[in-house]
């Protein structure tokens, strides 16, 4: 523990490797009590490996330390001066061991040859326009790209930091702001919306108005419907409901079902609990996301909706589900306008990983000035699950299963995107995927992501160090005259052949032992399967399987 001081208090800090974060603490000398105690992100929690813009980075991290309120406490206690020394401290800390050993590890580096080859060719395939993924891991994002365009009229490619709409995985951002005001005192799960929302069912048509309860609503149990009665999700249009409107319906409110009866996914419920943050806070719901929760996360490339700001940002255009001609037709600019807290707001990779870090911070019991631990705890675990049914919900996270394995998350649908996060807390592991069309297939890419990164990421963390495998002039992207193509890479220190398109990177994927220099064999006995690479009279790399072969047209992308 280190430390400054000056007559009556004292700022310490210790640096957390595992963790990477910086516990600062203030401390009053006289009585040896602290008077403030927080844990700050360190700058390795935005270094992203793959991040043409270093002075962004420091921009948000700095956002997050000068609108802390420890830095204000440092410089009223310490002075003015001692405040500034704090942050050159911290930045001069952080600048040690900020690069984990882990993104280099060979075994990562598999993964991502073998996730990214299978998911480029799908992209491609599926006539994806724009897409970005990213993995977080222990409080890292050690991997992220961009495939296809932001804008395709102006050829603006995809990054890390590409704005996408995230739509329904706005309603996570809506829970949280709920659970802060819980969090503060100013509401109780328990209360009738109708106690802090004094519009609601001021018509008098609800027939059990008090059994529709903050907690309800962040369970998708409240009773009420779906959606409001507009076209909101219909093109080209798009008439989302305007706050006026939203508040006329919610004045005479139809019932679906009886209120803690079923499961029932509704964005008027979560469009309430917007309502409820406002009336509470004394807020619009775009400042108080914005302060309370973007600003706090190091957010700093997210909006609450597809306003002016977003689309000046860069926010990705928008494109239909795939039509019968192959092609996907553009979707008009629009606003959710009365709907910012069910579908409105719009992120990157980049910003969403620092929520999923967030998120796998909590659920490990680290406090955050954010929500408490226990608070994001709720959010993860099964606050309903009716008992005619399978569905599960926390507080605005659904759950689900796959592979004896639980995870929490939430998925997006909107005109013209389609997202998806995916979060294993006891792994430390998140998948975040935004697209910039309808009928992408975001929940199966995070799916399979996982299923490739979690592994070799288990693998990295171990002391064991993988030997490198001796045909690695091989690899390459390999196709069949007219015919099929297949990617040829190293997978566990063996030859693989991945077929393109898959459903999955591991799904069917051909493992092969050496035999000699060029020949390598699957399996054994009379079944056993031998493949040979030869050099044709054209000077070109053939993979032969017995009459057939394939010619290597290129090399695999390396990032």
């Not at 909006?303 to 928008?318: K, N, P, T």
Request: proline share 7%.
């Amino acid at each position: 523990m280190k430390g400054l001081q000056r007559p009556h208090n004292r700022i310490s800090w210790e640096r957390s490797q595992q963790k990477q974060t910086l516990a600062v603490r203030v401390r009053d000398r006289r009585d040896g009590r602290f008077s403030s105690t927080q844990t700050l992100p360190t700058l390795a929690l935005s270094k992203q490996r793959l991040d043409p813009h270093p002075a962004s980075l420091l921009e948000d991290w700095f956002s997050v330390l000068t609108s802390s309120p420890l830095l204000r406490l440092a410089r009223q206690r310490c002075g003015r001066i001692a405040s500034f020394v704090l942050i050159a401290l911290l930045v001069a800390l952080d600048s040690v061991g900020a690069q984990s050993p882990v993104a280099e590890h060979p075994r990562l580096q598999e993964a991502i040859r073998l996730f990214d080859t299978w998911l480029e060719a799908d992209v491609a395939y599926e006539r994806v326009p724009g897409l970005a993924i990213g993995i977080v891991s222990d409080q890292q994002l050690v991997w992220a790209k961009g495939y296809g365009f932001a804008d395709a009229a102006r050829r603006v490619a995809v990054t890390s930091s590409t704005p996408f709409s995230i739509c329904s995985i706005s309603k996570l951002f809506t829970a949280t702001a709920v659970l802060q005001l819980r969090d503060g005192g100013q509401i109780a799960l328990d209360d009738p919306v109708g106690r802090h929302v004094p519009g609601f069912n001021s018509g008098r048509s609800h027939p059990a108005p008090d059994a529709v309860t903050v907690r309800r609503l962040l369970t998708h149990a409240s009773g009420l419907p779906r959606d409001f009665p507009y076209a909101s999700w219909t093109g080209p249009e798009y008439p989302f409901p305007t706050p006026t409107q939203v508040m006329q319906f919610l004045a005479a409110p139809v019932q679906s079902s009886a209120p803690g009866n079923r499961h029932e996914y509704s964005n008027v419920g979560m469009t309430l609990a917007g309502q409820l943050v406002q009336s509470v806070s004394g807020l619009s719901f775009d400042e108080y996301v914005r302060t309370r929760v973007f600003a706090p996360l190091g957010m700093t490339r997210s909006f609450s909706d597809q306003h002016a700001g977003a689309r000046a940002a860069g926010l990705a255009a928008g494109f239909s589900v795939l039509q019968r001609d192959g092609s996907r037709v553009p979707i008009p600019p629009y606003e959710v306008r009365g709907l910012a807290a069910v579908a409105g707001i719009v992120s990157t990779v980049e910003d969403m990983a620092r929520f999923a870090r967030w998120q796998i911070q909590g659920a490990l019991g680290q406090e955050s000035t954010v929500l408490r631990a226990t608070s994001v705890q709720e959010m993860q675990s099964v606050q309903f699950m009716p008992a005619d049914s399978w569905t599960t919900a926390g507080f605005g996270f659904q759950m689900w299963r796959e592979n004896d394995r639980t995870f929490v998350g939430h998925a997006g649908t909107c005109p013209g995107a389609q997202s998806q996060l995916l979060i294993r807390p006891q792994d430390r592991i998140a998948v975040i995927v935004l697209s910039n069309a309808l009928g992408v297939e975001t929940g199966r890419y995070a799916q399979r992501a996982y299923d490739v990164f979690a592994p070799a990421l288990r693998a990295a963390a171990s002391p064991e160090t993988q030997e490198p495998a001796p045909a690695a002039q091989f690899e390459g992207l390999y196709q069949r005259p007219l015919g099929s193509e297949s990617a040829v890479m190293l997978w566990q220190g063996r030859l693989a052949i991945r077929s393109l398109p898959a459903t999955s990177p591991l799904g069917g994927l051909e493992l092969f032992e050496a035999v000699s220099d060029s020949v390598f064999r699957r399996g054994s006995g009379p079944s056993a399967e031998t493949i040979e690479f030869r050099t044709d009279a054209q000077g070109r790399l053939l993979l032969v399987r017995g009459h057939q072969y394939m010619v290597r047209r290129g090399p695999l992308k390396r990032e």
